[in-house]
């Protein structure tokens, strides 16, 4: 049972329009949630994270929303630049418990910003 | 300098085979993980490991055993290799804290043959 989806395969985007990459997950003691970068043959980067106790969390041209009550999150990219394609994975994980950074992944959108 | 380098970065072998992926970190960090990205491209935790002990231990066959001869490495070791085992392995590191990001290497991509 995947407990964090990403339902979007692929997202393809104008260069300087936004992009928007969208999760879902099930498991409401999740509480912590990341989003990682992934470019071909390298390892995912850490791209911006919140906590459930904000609902947006910014840095640059990056927005991750929270919406705890339909579990999903979101994130912004504006303006998009074709740099920015990649494969973006969100991930989740708990701050407590037994957890200890274990990190639950979606699959992956699959950005593509053309210039 | 490379933070978090896997080796090898591919490893193509017959099933059956005995087979070790290498991971060493220079942040350092006091927790790594191992974590399979399968033909459908989900990441899935194997195993972590905090100074050197064995802190998630997910439902890996037994085939599967990792090693930490110190806090800057973590091995793993595959014996009897079949084909479900192919896949790409990522390695990674963090801080400890869950709200300590992970630093993930290249990974490594495994064919059985």
């Known amino acids: 049972d995947q407990q964090v989806k990403q339902n979007s395969p692929s997202l393809s985007v104008q260069e300087g329009r936004i992009s928007i990459l969208n999760c879902d997950y099930t498991?409401?003691?999740?509480?912590?949630f990341l989003w990682y970068k992934k470019y071909p043959a390298e390892g995912p980067t850490f791209l911006i994270s919140?906590?459930?106790?904000?609902d947006k969390n910014e840095d640059g041209r990056f927005t991750v929303f929270l919406n705890k009550s339909a579990k999903h999150l979101s994130l912004h990219i504006v303006p998009s630049q074709p740099g920015d394609s990649a494969v973006y994975f969100c991930?989740?994980?708990?701050?407590?418990?037994?957890?200890?950074?274990?990190?639950?992944f979606g699959q992956g959108t699959i950005l593509t910003v053309h210039p | 300098d490379t933070a978090v380098s896997q080796t090898p970065k591919y490893l193509v072998t017959q099933m059956g085979n005995d087979k070790s992926i290498k991971c060493e970190q220079n942040?350092?960090?006091?927790?790594m993980y191992w974590y399979k990205q399968d033909s459908k491209k989900f990441l899935k935790i194997m195993f972590s490991?905090?100074?050197?002990?064995?802190?998630i231990n997910e439902t890996v066959p037994n085939r599967f055993s990792p090693k930490s001869p110190d806090k800057a490495h973590l091995n793993l070791h595959i014996n009897s290799l079949e084909l479900g085992d192919s896949a790409v392995y990522f390695c990674?590191?963090?801080?400890?804290?869950?709200?300590?990001?992970?630093?993930f290497g290249d990974g490594t991509r495994l064919s059985i043959l």
């Open positions: 990674a590191s963090s801080q400890g804290g869950f709200n300590q990001p992970q630093h």
């Open positions: 498991n409401s003691m999740f509480d912590y």
């Open positions: 919140i906590s459930s106790i904000k």
């Open positions: 991930a989740a994980t708990r701050a407590g418990g037994t957890s200890y950074g274990k990190l639950t």
């Open positions: 942040l350092g960090h006091d927790t």
């Open positions: 490991y905090n100074n050197k002990e064995l802190i």
